[in-house]
């Protein structure tokens, strides 16, 4: 167990540093760095004066190891627009982000756990169409759409949940059903195939023939197998709704760690999208190396592996 | 010797098809009744039938169905799931499959008893224990705290036998125990089998298509064939005088040292079983019969040979003496 663990760890050290390239190179790609950090109407010399002072007439590589050291120890530096550190900018909006994915997450549980499972026991009846045609529907529907939808009926039309802004509880429940809604489909057939799946095997078989009440049969025996794809997949759409989460704190004007990402995009605030990116890697690798641990300890055959 | 399970007309259907066409058997107390056939005939599904454990659109009815005099037809699913693995217990062909992968030895044999008898955990795994041990599996205490991957075939089946007995069942019902397993492995488990129905006072009902094994450890034997038990006898008497073509069509596929001869090929039935929807009349196994002839077509007798030897074929009893061997 633990040396799964380790080596799940070392694994996601490598993803973590090879992200940092990436996201250091991709920056440097979008266009001349000193140029829009100076701005429209500066001169040919101003350019260069911006040019030494950010250290940009440095060879790429000098650049890339100043940085990836000084992020190693949390230091992203200053951001070139919000005139503050970028460790301080990430701080203050990392919770909202982290309010909004776990709404989302809970929310897609608790729709799509019962949902699958009803959809698996009463198989190719019209409750599992329902949950079937559910399902692509959901698929179909892209979330800034949804999104929109939800304001006009219940921010605009209904009144009852503000359709922008940070402040209080209210603000996270209609991205929190957005956000969930880009999981749930997934999540719901996955549950429904495994619970089919394990509902037919011969250890459910067994558990039958052993007299065991049908609550138990389904929620001890079958569950337990049938969430481990679930876990993992459920760990691959969090990623999702963490670049998801971008395109919904934009539309709803949530001051999260995606719209930080959305502005400092818009204005070249390379530091800042640098830094945001690495974040978000990081969080997936960690959900990752979650989603292991609790497959491990969900299936026993993977615990010596 | 009083009937501990008695089937009698079981029908069990799955849409089109029927599976068992009115199969009686019934198991004796303290004895070892075989079903016996080829693949597809019916024998396992009118086990898990009696279990009411059918895979869904099972369908199943009987003119009667008891157990111990209760009659397993008009329980509710709460009162049979009450009976299984409690007073009726079952174990299967696949032992690498049958038992839950997430799960410890220790706590899928732990609840079998805490759900029918109550009592601690500890208690039960006590229990679990000392059966391990009677079945032959060494170090039960280890084994307890492991997972059905770390076992193999054998003990797996080994556990299943121990699991099923965690109530001191009256039935045991074994769906081709050893099918799985290499033949070293078989004999252990059907010695273990024999002498746990010794110890525990058990019934076994076993299912099998292997004559070696019914020979060895039967008391009486129903032979069935495209879902109808077309043959009962004691064992004994079954391997002396075989009266229905099919049976006879079985035995003459086993080798028997000593009987048969070098370099003469052993007997083999051509075909297989055929499907049978609903509307069939007369004898299934025409089709494959050297026998049949046109009667075979119509309804055909139940044949009584001595008390507890019966046949279904439109054939005379003894009419095999009469042929040249």
């Not at chain 1, 919904?248 to 760690?257: D, M, P, S, Y």
């Not at chain 2, 033949?183 to 058990?202: C, D, N």
């Not at chain 2, 298509?209 to 450890?217: E, F, M, P, Q, S």
Request: net charge positive; proline share 5%.
């Amino acid at each position: 167990m633990l040396r799964l663990i380790a080596r799940r760890l070392a694994l996601g050290v490598l993803v973590a540093l090879t992200v940092m390239t990436l996201a250091f190179l991709l920056t440097r790609l979008s266009g001349d760095l000193a140029v829009s950090i100076a701005g429209p109407q500066a001169t040919q010399a101003d350019v260069e004066i911006v040019r030494k002072a950010y250290g940009l007439d440095r060879p790429l590589y000098v650049q890339f190891f100043a940085w990836t050291g000084r992020a190693m120890v949390g230091d992203f530096g200053q951001s070139y627009f919000f005139k503050d550190s970028v460790a301080n900018l990430i701080q203050k909006r990392l919770p909202v982000t982290l309010t909004l994915g776990l709404v989302g997450l809970s929310l897609a549980l608790i729709v799509s756990l019962p949902l699958g499972i009803l959809a698996a026991l009463r198989e190719n009846s019209w409750i599992d169409r329902g949950v079937t045609l559910f399902t692509m529907v959901g698929q179909a529907v892209p979330s800034f759409w949804l999104a929109l939808i939800l304001m006009i009926v219940l921010g605009l039309q209904l009144g009852i949940l503000p359709i922008s802004g940070t402040g209080t509880w209210q603000h996270f429940v209609m991205p929190g059903i957005v956000l969930a809604f880009t999981a749930i489909p997934a999540l719901t057939r996955l549950t429904r195939s495994g619970m089919i799946e394990a509902m037919a095997s011969d250890y459910i078989r067994t558990a039958r023939a052993k007299g065991l009440s049908r609550a138990r049969i389904i929620f001890k025996h079958a569950l337990r197998n049938a969430a481990i794809p679930v876990v993992s997949i459920a760990a691959v759409q969090l990623g999702f709704m963490l670049g998801g989460s971008i395109v919904i704190e934009t539309v709803f004007a949530l001051h999260g760690v995606g719209y930080l990402g959305w502005e400092s995009i818009a204005k070249n605030d390379f530091p800042v999208v640098q830094a945001v990116v690495l974040v978000l890697a990081v969080f997936y690798i960690g959900l990752t190396l979650l989603a292991d641990i609790l497959n491990a300890l969900l299936d026993p055959r993977l615990r010596t592996g | 010797m009083s009937a501990l399970l008695e089937v009698e007309e079981l029908q069990v259907s799955f849409g089109r098809t029927a599976a068992v066409r009115g199969a009686s058997f019934r198991v004796a107390k303290g004895e070892t009744h075989c079903l016996v056939g080829e693949s597809g005939c019916g024998k396992s599904v009118s086990a898990l039938a009696v279990m009411n454990l059918l895979a869904r659109g099972g369908q199943r009815s009987a003119k009667r169905m008891s157990f111990a005099g209760t009659d397993l037809t008009s329980l509710s699913d709460r009162e049979m799931a009450r009976l299984r693995g409690n007073r009726m217990a079952m174990i299967f062909q696949e032992p690498m499959t049958s038992l839950n992968p997430a799960f410890t030895i220790g706590s899928q044999m732990a609840e079998v008893l805490t759900r029918h008898k109550g009592g601690s955990r500890a208690a039960a795994l006590d229990r679990a224990a000392e059966l391990m041990g009677r079945v032959g599996i060494t170090a039960p205490g280890m084994r307890l705290g492991q997972f059905p991957h770390q076992l193999s075939g054998g003990l797996r089946q080994r556990v299943m036998i121990a699991m099923a007995l965690m109530c001191d069942p009256e039935l045991l019902i074994a769906d081709e125990p050893t099918t799985a397993l290499d033949v070293t492995v078989q004999a252990q488990i059907l010695r273990l089998l024999a002498s746990l129905k010794r110890e525990f006072g058990l019934s076994i009902l076993l299912i099998t298509h292997d004559l070696g094994i019914v020979a060895r450890v039967a008391d009486h034997v129903s032979v069935m064939y495209a879902g109808e038990v077309v043959e009962r006898a004691p064992t004994a008497e079954l391997f002396r005088a075989p009266q229905h073509p099919y049976t006879r069509g079985l035995l003459s596929c086993v080798p028997v040292p000593g009987r048969v001869q070098r370099d003469k090929p052993l007997g083999s039935i051509p075909g297989i079983v055929p499907a049978i929807g609903a509307g069939f009349a007369g004898c299934a196994f025409r089709s494959r019969c050297a026998h049949a002839n046109e009667t075979c077509t119509r309804a055909i007798p139940r044949r009584p040979m001595g008390d507890a030897h019966d046949y279904l074929c439109r054939l005379e009893p003894g009419w095999a003496e009469l042929q040249p061997a």
